[in-house]
């Protein structure tokens, strides 16, 4: 995968992050870890990572905890800078869509989202607007 050197530079910022948000992740249900890294305005690095229930609709998906996180210690929505999403026992993550939805009312259009599983070679870059296309704004 080509990336530009700023794209690799953040990659290889928020990738350690990730991972270790993942094994911080609560999933006796699934035994499914996912991690986020989440970079805001001012550099700092939000983790999130999934938080499952038995009843699988109150389960809280890793990117929905990193940006909730974010905006509960007063982070804007629309300033942060990327986010990378890891799954280490899948060769490749994508957000679902309810994580599809907050990322795009959450984080601007442009921004970068890298998705990495444990097969690094085929982590896949996409900005919020490739994830969500005709999303639902008000």
């Not at 026992?89 to 795009?104: D, E, N, T, W, Y």
Request: some cysteine; overall charge neutral.
């Amino acid at each position: 995968m080509s990336r530009t050197a700023q794209a690799q530079a953040l990659y290889e910022r928020l990738l350690p992050e990730a991972i270790a948000a993942s094994k911080a992740a609560w999933c006796p249900h699934s035994d499914f870890p996912v991690g986020a890294a989440l970079l805001t305005a001012d550099d700092q690095i939000i983790r999130g990572c999934n938080v499952e229930n038995v009843s699988y609709g109150l389960t809280n998906c890793a990117e929905r905890s990193a940006l909730f996180s974010a905006i509960a210690q007063g982070h804007a929505p629309g300033s942060f800078k990327a986010m990378l999403v890891y799954a280490p026992k899948v060769a490749l993550i994508s957000p679902c869509g309810a994580c599809r939805q907050v990322m795009h009312e959450l984080m601007l259009a442009h921004c970068p989202v890298f998705c990495v599983g444990h097969q690094e070679s085929a982590s896949r870059d996409w900005t919020i607007e490739q994830l969500l296309p005709g999303a639902f704004r008000f």
